[in-house]
């Protein structure tokens, strides 16, 4: 018989008193503010009138910038009157994200030269022409070649990216220069080889470590990133729409310091998970070697191990590459139910406390994806994978220096210090952080089925609407427990499914669903509004007389769960299904064969 141990009891939940405000009037006050500056500041009377020390910084014909003050916290507004969040070609376009590369470039030109097409060239030939290079790669047999072949372009791209990883990482600053210099006088036979490359392979060189170089070297200098150190900042686009917002000690302001320092501990417990890809991050290996404090495997202590944890982890869902409104999500590779990277904790969870497990996995929440990282360092990059145009929140915890967050297409970076959080449209923004010391911790959550802010009644207020800053950066509602039962079209839960059977079976009859099983399927009996992809069944949005609406709920989207399929199954089941004697019903003899 299996006896739990004592330790899986303590498994890291937050009760529900554990998450109150510490001043609620706080709180409203920030949400007030929060919900009225996009309006406010584009009519610039609105925030004059409000506000005693409000000051126009700049006014030009990129940019308007505004300081003022909101219950003892700093606030700046700014709107980038070359910028349009729909045409994400406009953040590269605007002149100072033109500046900030000319900028970059400039100041690690003076540090140290790129690696170049010359040099990547020059390893790969020396590679092909000691005989060490990798096999190449086949196509698949197809209708389109029937023959196969050489994937010659995919070789191409294996060795550059290896001939990148070795330089950077396999030789020092000394040797780097000798191969530079080696690149410049090369032997007929390497050149040769050279020009096959070239001839061959007309691909774009990708650099990542030393874009990674250029990057934490150009947001070292205050020359270069603007850096804010407001309270709250909000950035709109030329129509207004929010494009970014922060708000610092966000988590110490609504939560209290001791509630976030329980954050810390609980978060930080359930390594251990993976360790950042580096096929995803190619420069998380080069930042393990200036950080060896944070490499695992150089520990040599089980709590040098411990204090080392470092984990990047995603639960939750992806949409669907391609998709940027998307109908439907797929499960991550972490929040898979088979196994994975987290079945301890799963085990320890299901079989620790079953029934408060089965109770949280069941709830549905308002966000889609949660990820975590543990003492993780991420190249500049855009969340590609998340819906265009939406939003994440980047809450960072820990006790650590340094690591404030870069946006290169605006020219500035924000002092990301533990309890900010920091609200912006991820798909577009290129986003990194700079060189940190300590232990810190990130949590983003976000929304794969981002649709904006609902707002269906006519007394909703239109400082609501999509990309407004309360839309964005108003701490999230508490989430109402969902009802029994829906009727409302559009008010569909994918974690509630309703009994898809509505009949009531005459004395005590059989009913079509018990008596065909699991080959029982009519979407026309389920809810309004049921999304379905089933092509084979005889319901469609024509023969209702209306469209099939999105799953939308009003308090928010949820992911199936394990638990949720086992109490679908036992409602499926239930006594009858489990109880061999058939029931009679009405002009039925018990000797009446039953149909199929």
């Known amino acids: 018989m299996y006896v739990p141990d004592a330790t899986l009891f303590d498994y890291p939940v937050f009760d529900e008193t554990d998450l109150c405000f510490v001043d609620e009037k706080t709180v409203e006050s920030l949400r007030v503010l929060l919900e009225a500056i996009r309006e406010f500041h584009i009519r610039e009377d609105g925030l004059k009138s409000r506000c005693y020390d409000y000051t126009v910084v700049a006014d030009d014909d990129t940019e308007k910038v505004a300081d003022f003050s909101h219950d003892s916290m700093t606030v700046r507004v700014a709107q980038f009157k070359d910028v349009a969040f729909q045409d994400e070609k406009t953040y590269y376009k605007a002149e100072r994200a033109v500046n900030i590369e000319l900028k970059a470039a400039t100041k690690m030109d003076a540090i140290e030269p790129p690696m170049g097409r010359q040099v990547e060239n020059y ?282 967050l870069c946006f290169p297409q605006l020219g500035l970076k924000l002092e990301y210090k533990p309890g900010a959080c920091a609200i912006f449209r991820v798909a577009e923004l290129e986003h990194f952080v700079e060189n940190w010391h300590g232990y810190r911790i990130f949590a983003l959550p976000s929304d794969s089925w981002y649709r904006g802010a609902a707002s269906s009644s006519s007394s909703s207020s239109s400082s609501t609407a999509p990309g407004s800053a309360a839309a964005v950066a108003a701490p999230p509602p508490e989430i109402p427990q969902p009802p029994e039962k829906e009727d409302e079209d559009g008010e569909y839960d994918p974690c509630v499914e ?59 989207t949820a992911v199936f769960t394990d638990a949720g399929k086992k109490q679908r199954y036992k409602r499926r089941s239930g006594p009858d299904r489990q109880n061999p004697e058939r029931k009679v019903g009405r002009g039925e003899s018990a000797d009446t064969p039953m149909r199929h």
Not at 323 to 349: E, I, K, W, Y
Not at 364 to 386: Q, S
Not at 503 to 527: K, V
């Open 123 to 404: 390893l790969m030939a020396l590679v092909i022409s000691e005989g060490n290079a990798p096999a190449i790669p086949g196509y698949r047999v197809t209708t389109k070649r029937p023959e196969g072949g050489e994937n010659k372009k995919r070789w191409y791209k294996t060795m550059r990216t290896e001939a990148t990883r070795s330089f950077w990482l396999g030789t020092d600053r000394e040797s780097q220069d000798m191969i530079r210099e080696a690149a410049q006088c090369l032997s007929s036979e390497i050149q040769a080889v050279i020009d096959e490359i070239s001839n061959e392979d007309p691909s774009l060189s990708q650099d990542h470590f030393y874009q990674h170089h250029k990057d934490w070297a150009a947001a070292a200098d205050p020359t270069i990133y603007a850096s804010i150190g407001k309270d709250i900042f909000v950035v709109l686009d030329r129509n207004g729409s929010v494009i970014l917002c922060s708000v610092s000690h966000i988590f110490q302001r609504t939560f209290g310091a001791t509630t976030m320092a329980d954050a810390i501990k609980k978060w930080s417990a359930i390594p251990l998970l993976p360790q950042p890809n580096t096929a995803r991050h190619i420069v998380d290996e080069l930042i393990r070697r200036d950080h060896p404090e944070l490499d695992m495997e150089k520990a040599t202590t089980p709590q040098e191990l411990e204090e080392r944890a470092s984990c990047m982890v995603n639960y939750g869902t992806w949409t669907n590459k391609g998709h940027s409104n998307p109908a439907a999500v797929f499960l991550t590779a972490d929040a898979l139910p088979g196994m994975g990277p987290t079945p301890r904790q799963r085990f320890r969870a299901d079989h620790g406390f079953a029934e408060t497990y089965a109770d949280v996995g069941s709830v549905p929440n308002w966000m889609t994806l949660f990820t975590l990282g543990i003492n993780t360092f991420t190249e500049r990059h855009c969340d590609k994978t998340d819906v265009k145009h939406g939003f994440a929140a980047l809450l960072p915890l820990g006790n650590y220096t340094g690591g404030n």
């Open 498 to 556: 309703e009994d898809l059977d509505a009949e009531i079976p005459e004395n005590g009859g059989w009913t079509e669903a018990q008596i065909h099983g699991s080959a029982y399927w009519d979407p026309e009996r389920n809810r309004p509004g049921y999304f379905t992809s089933y092509s084979g069944s005889g319901s469609s949005s024509s023969s209702s007389g209306r469209q099939p609406s999105r799953i939308t709920t009003s308090s928010s």
